[in-house]
């Protein structure tokens, strides 16, 4: 007689749909994956079956053949790719053959090595970035981001899985009154409280998931999965670098925007987030630039020859800064005329190194840019409007003008985009707080604006009503057909995409069985 504690191991089946079964790759509360394989084509998948007796449940059976069909609106290099779906009359169980990737998940490498580098943490978020933003302009919100749902190929790309199905395969899921679904550590507050996801739901996802690359722990921890959800609502996490305190300022500022409480305060989308991060690595390398040229120009002696300096430098920034004049290469070109200026100093230079005529000049400088800066203040008063580039010292009042000009020819979305990219901009630049301000008070001037400001898409309300009758017509198909290709042609509209969300919603109510 067998131990009656030893768990008995289910039966492998032989067969699921035309999918020969190898072996069983995982399995959860909700059903199995195995390993299979196309009896005609010989294709690999991981095969997906959902429980014999949640098979027969006509309300989850409805959710898992709905999600299937939203897999299928669903491409790109990283995300899993759906083979097949279906019902196995013989087993009477539901599966989805998928996409097999071979490797590990996120959740196992954290396993392996607790926490990753912060170049790999941005590696790993760049890809989910791609697949995130691939499956918003679809229409679908993944809903259930977490480590375990990113696949980790040998060849180190990244997939993104379980879109929709996670609530049926979670490992840890959870469903409340109010519709509460997905992981409590990875949870953002909105969808904590049951209310409507939306993409800035997966971008708070998609924060824990760097937290916890980049800590090696999640942002929140408690007793019981509910503990955890209120924290994510009202409480406040420690900055990343309290735990890894190589992470670049930059980043934690990154993580720390898109866990916001309030999804207005974070990204605009994933696209957004991807070039945030790659600015990270951008400024890193440069500062790291800088720095090992600074260390190799430290160590020219400065009373060398002149002709030696020029050689010195030339040999030992060359390898350095391989391509064309940069930061380093500037900095090179100033000490060598320092040297320069040292060994060969003229009459007049050294007239200027006396302080009371240094003192004299800059006299005279002050009094010059104070008589221009009133004669442009005095021209602004007159003709605010009508300030040329010439006289405008900022790039920034350019950008801003351009937002206005775009605003009064009555093209609100483009204006939004640009002052969404500048507000990114000078975000983290702490020499230009009141430029940051004075774009991010236009920004939510404009925003305001457009507010309700539905009759200004004639195109985009017509189309809205043929999908919301092709919907109510049965033909589903259709009406989701029409909002992808709306969604494409509005991507950088967030108006637009909050109409287009809705109906989204509401025809997705038609599908939903009554209780």
């Given at each position: 007689m067998p131990d009656s504690e030893t768990p008995v191991e289910p039966q492998l089946p032989k067969q699921i749909g035309p999918w020969a079964i190898e072996r069983r790759i995982g399995a959860g509360g909700m059903g199995t994956v195995y390993l299979g394989t196309h009896s005609e084509t010989g294709q690999v998948a991981a095969v997906k079956v959902l429980s014999a007796g949640l098979s027969r449940d006509p309300g989850v059976a409805e959710r898992f053949r709905r999600e299937a069909a939203t897999l299928r609106r669903?491409?790109?290099?990283?995300?899993?790719s759906p083979f097949d779906d279906g019902e196995d009359q013989k087993l009477e169980q539901l599966y989805i053959a998928m996409e097999f990737v071979e490797g590990q998940t996120l959740a196992d490498l954290l396993r392996e090595r607790r926490r990753l580098s912060w170049h790999e943490a941005i590696d790993i978020a760049l890809q989910v970035c791609v697949a995130l933003k691939a499956a918003h302009v679809a229409g679908v919100i993944h809903r259930?981001?977490?480590p375990s749902n990113l696949l980790i190929g040998t060849d180190g790309i990244v997939k993104l899985t379980d879109f929709g199905v996670a609530q049926v395969f979670a490992e840890r899921r959870l469903t409340v009154t109010g519709g509460v679904i997905g992981t409590a550590e990875y949870m953002s507050p909105e969808q904590a409280e049951g209310r409507r996801c939306t993409k800035q739901s997966d971008l708070y996802s998609l924060g824990a998931v760097l937290y916890v690359m980049l800590t090696g722990r999640p942002p929140f921890t408690g007793k019981t999965?509910?503990?955890?959800?209120?924290?994510?609502?009202?409480?406040?996490?420690d900055r990343p670098g309290l735990y890894a305190p190589e992470t670049p300022r930059l980043l934690e500022d990154i993580v720390c925007q898109l866990m916001e409480k309030d999804p207005a305060k974070r990204f605009q989308d994933a696209h957004v987030v991807s070039l945030r991060?790659?600015?990270?690595?951008r400024r890193v390398e440069l500062s790291n630039a800088d720095e090992t040229q600074f260390r190799s120009l430290s160590q020219i002696e400065l009373e060398a020859p002149t002709a030696a300096v020029d050689e010195r430098l030339n040999?030992?920034?060359?390898?350095?800064?391989?391509?064309g004049p940069g930061p380093a290469t500037m900095l090179r070109d100033a000490v060598a005329e320092e040297i320069r200026q040292e060994h060969e100093k003229s009459a007049l230079e050294r007239l200027f190194d006396n302080t009371w005529v240094l003192i004299g000049c800059l006299t005279v400088l002050i009094g010059g840019v104070w008589w221009a800066q009133s004669g442009r203040d005095d021209r602004s008063t007159e003709q605010p409007d009508e300030i040329s580039a010439s006289t405008s010292t900022s790039d920034v009042d350019r950008f801003l003008r351009m937002a206005r000009t775009l605003s009064r020819s009555g093209d609100l979305a483009r204006a939004e985009r640009l002052l969404v990219a500048l507000d990114a901009v000078l975000a983290d630049d702490p020499q230009r707080g009141?430029?940051?301000r004075e774009v991010a008070l236009r920004l939510r001037e404009l925003r305001a604006e457009r507010a309700g400001d539905a009759h200004a898409l004639p195109l985009l309300q017509d189309s809205l009503k043929?999908?919301?009758?092709?919907?109510s017509d049965g033909d589903l198909t259709a009406a989701h057909k029409l909002l992808d290709q709306l969604a494409v042609l509005y991507e950088f509209d967030a108006t637009a995409e909050t109409s287009i969300d809705d109906m989204r919603q509401r025809i997705d109510a038609l599908q939903?069985?009554?209780?």
């Amino acid at each position: 007689m067998p131990d009656s504690e030893t768990p008995v191991e289910p039966q492998l089946p032989k067969q699921i749909g035309p999918w020969a079964i190898e072996r069983r790759i995982g399995a959860g509360g909700m059903g199995t994956v195995y390993l299979g394989t196309h009896s005609e084509t010989g294709q690999v998948a991981a095969v997906k079956v959902l429980s014999a007796g949640l098979s027969r449940d006509p309300g989850v059976a409805e959710r898992f053949r709905r999600e299937a069909a939203t897999l299928r609106r669903l491409s790109g290099p990283h995300i899993v790719s759906p083979f097949d779906d279906g019902e196995d009359q013989k087993l009477e169980q539901l599966y989805i053959a998928m996409e097999f990737v071979e490797g590990q998940t996120l959740a196992d490498l954290l396993r392996e090595r607790r926490r990753l580098s912060w170049h790999e943490a941005i590696d790993i978020a760049l890809q989910v970035c791609v697949a995130l933003k691939a499956a918003h302009v679809a229409g679908v919100i993944h809903r259930d981001l977490k480590p375990s749902n990113l696949l980790i190929g040998t060849d180190g790309i990244v997939k993104l899985t379980d879109f929709g199905v996670a609530q049926v395969f979670a490992e840890r899921r959870l469903t409340v009154t109010g519709g509460v679904i997905g992981t409590a550590e990875y949870m953002s507050p909105e969808q904590a409280e049951g209310r409507r996801c939306t993409k800035q739901s997966d971008l708070y996802s998609l924060g824990a998931v760097l937290y916890v690359m980049l800590t090696g722990r999640p942002p929140f921890t408690g007793k019981t999965p509910f503990d955890i959800l209120r924290l994510h609502q009202t409480g406040r996490f420690d900055r990343p670098g309290l735990y890894a305190p190589e992470t670049p300022r930059l980043l934690e500022d990154i993580v720390c925007q898109l866990m916001e409480k309030d999804p207005a305060k974070r990204f605009q989308d994933a696209h957004v987030v991807s070039l945030r991060l790659r600015e990270v690595v951008r400024r890193v390398e440069l500062s790291n630039a800088d720095e090992t040229q600074f260390r190799s120009l430290s160590q020219i002696e400065l009373e060398a020859p002149t002709a030696a300096v020029d050689e010195r430098l030339n040999d030992q920034t060359r390898a350095v800064v391989p391509r064309g004049p940069g930061p380093a290469t500037m900095l090179r070109d100033a000490v060598a005329e320092e040297i320069r200026q040292e060994h060969e100093k003229s009459a007049l230079e050294r007239l200027f190194d006396n302080t009371w005529v240094l003192i004299g000049c800059l006299t005279v400088l002050i009094g010059g840019v104070w008589w221009a800066q009133s004669g442009r203040d005095d021209r602004s008063t007159e003709q605010p409007d009508e300030i040329s580039a010439s006289t405008s010292t900022s790039d920034v009042d350019r950008f801003l003008r351009m937002a206005r000009t775009l605003s009064r020819s009555g093209d609100l979305a483009r204006a939004e985009r640009l002052l969404v990219a500048l507000d990114a901009v000078l975000a983290d630049d702490p020499q230009r707080g009141e430029e940051a301000r004075e774009v991010a008070l236009r920004l939510r001037e404009l925003r305001a604006e457009r507010a309700g400001d539905a009759h200004a898409l004639p195109l985009l309300q017509d189309s809205l009503k043929r999908a919301a009758a092709l919907a109510s017509d049965g033909d589903l198909t259709a009406a989701h057909k029409l909002l992808d290709q709306l969604a494409v042609l509005y991507e950088f509209d967030a108006t637009a995409e909050t109409s287009i969300d809705d109906m989204r919603q509401r025809i997705d109510a038609l599908q939903t069985p009554d209780p």
